[in-house]
Structures are given as C-alpha cells and as structure tokens.
C-alpha cells in the first residue's frame, strides 16, 4: 500500500430514524470511525471504519486499539488484505484497511477502473409485520425500485414466512424482484424445510439462510441442490479467502460483498473477479456506514464490470441514518438507482457541523 505522512480520526455515533429490525437484532445506532489521511504534498482522503450495528465489544475495542495506533503512527498499512487468499484476517483489521484503503482511493494513490454513471439498488424493509411489509413494499415500488430485499428468518412457523411473502408478492405484481435476507437465523433442517415451502413465491434469491462459520459453504452448497433456490452468502463473505472457499464448493448463486467489511474496496472488486470467473454474481452492500462509506461502496459496484452491475446493490441506506455527515447528497437515489459521479476519488466533503453533534472520540489534527 501506498504511503501517507498524517492520520486523524474522529469516532461518531449517529442514530437510525427507525430502528431496523432483523431476525437477530434491532439496530438503532450506527458506530464509525471517520479516517483522514494526509499525503506528503497536503492532499486528504477520507474513509471509513466500522463493525457495523451490534458490533461484539471485543472487535470494538480491537478496532479503537487499531485506529489509535494508526494515527499516533502513520506511514504505511503493511501487506494485503487480499494476499494469496491464506489466511482470515480479524474483523477489526479489516475494518482498520477498508478505512485506509477507501482513503487511498479517495487520494487517487489506488487506481480504479472506470465508473458506470449510476448503479441499480435494492430497497430494504426490515423485519415487519405483514401489513407493515406490504405497504413499505407498495411504497418502495412507488418510488421507483424494482428490487426489494425483506428482513426474514424470525417467523414463528414456515406458514407465516409464507403468507408474508405471498402477501408483498401480490401487493407488488410478478414483475418486482423480491429478495429474501434470513440473517444466518435458520438451522440447516429448518431452512431445507422453508426453501422448499416459499419456492412458489418466486424471489430472486435468498440470502444466508443458516448462520457462518465453519462449514457453512458445505451446507449451503446441500441446501442450494436440494431445493434448487438461489442462495446469497452476506455474513460468511468477511474475506476474500472466506469467498473463495464458497465459490470452490459451490456454494452460491451470488456474494453480497461489504468493502466495509472485508477491507476496502481494493479487496471487493479483488472478490469479484474471483466470482466472475466462478459465474457467480456480485452484489455490492454496506454495514450502515455513514456517507463517507456509503459512496464508497458506490465507487465499487460503480467499479465492476458491465454485466457486474446488472444485480441490484444494496446501497440505499444513506436514508436509513439521521444524517449520513456529508455536505450535500451523499448518494443520491432515484427511480431505485444510485447515481455516482465521475472523476477520481469520493467526491464528497464532511458536514463538520453534523460531525460535532455526532462526536464521541477525535484523535490528530483534522487537515
């Protein structure tokens, strides 16, 4: 990685204006470190750091550990986060090199491809009721997305996953993409059981259906083959090695691939050149971050190539925060596609107002 002479640092807590609702979890905060790097001739690069909302404690702490060393002593991020795909690195140095990396990127010391001039994205609904579901569908189709991805996996019984999806299916018409996103809450059995059960309604996809860890790509590849529905991998995909590991065993229809969490966008482009030669698709997402990583992952599903951007992103969720901590729009959405602006870098500056009402922690001299 390239080298910079300055680091500082701010950590902000921003609230959700609803909290959104998972099968796991109600978030209602989002919690970041917003990174500035200074290269030699004086130019700044902003990026970002965060777990996302929920974060362990123990990652949150290695992750302020990591950002306090970076910028009492800055200079270089040494090796890759990419490397030969040997080794799993720890979700707070991942965190730590999306940051750098994004900064990088935004000081034009990365090179990037050519960018598309806006990207498909998905709306998301949290893990509503089924009426709730049905009129953030119908107002979500209003706006103008033709992809909505809904928050499941919590149902009481497979009958009631299957009257809500039903439900948002028939509020939407056959021709709106649907996707389903169970947050790793099923067990094996239990989605077997509910994949084959919502088959009829039609989605896109359904995204991980059991929980990560050790062996999942095994039970995915099992699941996808008995029930011939299009499984997604988000949480298992914390690497570019863990990736890998999927698309070996088959595991997947589509990677939904955070730069925020396995390192920056240098490493999910790094992914999806490796699932585009395994013809699996890309779907480029975020952990909530703020503006700064938000258009971030703007850049990299702006960054895949053509038939990379045809999935929808999920990357219309700068509206889900009170405020994104960027001066003007961050992202802008519209008729369910994020535009993104040529030129090099992010092409954004911090709303350093919203950034004090936001402030927990400020390390450095910001430039």
Do not use: Y
Request: aromatic fraction near 2%.
């Amino acid at each position: 990685m390239t080298g910079f002479v300055a680091a500082a640092a701010v950590r902000v807590r921003v609230p959700l204006r609803r909290p959104l609702v998972t099968a796991r979890s109600s978030w209602n905060v989002v919690d970041s470190w917003l990174v500035q790097l200074t290269a030699s001739d004086g130019r700044t690069g902003l990026g970002e750091a965060t777990l996302g909302p929920g974060a362990d404690p123990t990652h949150q702490a290695d992750l302020d550990a990591r950002v306090r060393a970076l910028v009492a002593g800055p200079g270089r991020v040494g090796g890759d986060v990419v490397g030969d795909g040997a080794f799993e690195p720890a979700a707070a140095e991942s965190a730590l090199r999306a940051a750098v990396d994004t900064a990088l990127l935004d000081l034009e010391l990365v090179a990037g491809e050519p960018r598309a001039a806006s990207v498909a994205v998905n709306a998301l609904i949290g893990a509503e009721s089924l009426q709730a579901s049905v009129v953030a569908a119908r107002d979500a189709v209003a706006d103008g997305f033709t992809t909505l991805k809904l928050k499941g996996g919590g149902e009481a019984s497979t009958a009631d996953l299957l009257r809500r999806l039903l439900a948002v299916r028939a509020a939407v018409g056959p021709a709106v993409r649907l996707r389903l996103d169970v947050n790793g809450a099923w067990s094996p059995d239990v989605a077997r059981e509910r994949l084959a059960a919502i088959a009829s309604v039609g989605l896109e996809l359904v995204e991980q259906p059991v929980a990560p860890g050790p062996g999942v790509a095994a039970v995915l590849a099992g699941l996808r083959a008995a029930t011939g529905m299009a499984l997604a991998a988000d949480e298992s995909v914390s690497s570019a090695s863990a990736a890998a590991g999927l698309l070996r065993a088959g595991a997947v229809d589509v990677l939904v691939v955070k730069p925020a969490r396995v390192g920056g966008p240098a490493t999910a482009l790094a992914i999806a050149g490796l699932a585009r030669a395994a013809g699996v698709g890309v779907v480029i997402s975020t952990l909530l971050e703020t503006g700064v990583g938000l258009r971030a992952a703007l850049v990299t599903a702006a960054m895949l190539p053509g038939e990379g951007r045809e999935l929808a992103h999920g990357l219309a969720t700068g509206s889900m925060l009170a405020t994104d901590l960027v001066r003007g729009a961050g992202v802008t959405v519209s008729a369910g596609r994020a535009a993104c602006a040529a030129g090099p870098g992010l092409r954004l500056a911090l709303d350093l107002a919203a950034v004090e009402r936001s402030l927990v922690e400020r390390l450095g001299t910001w430039a």
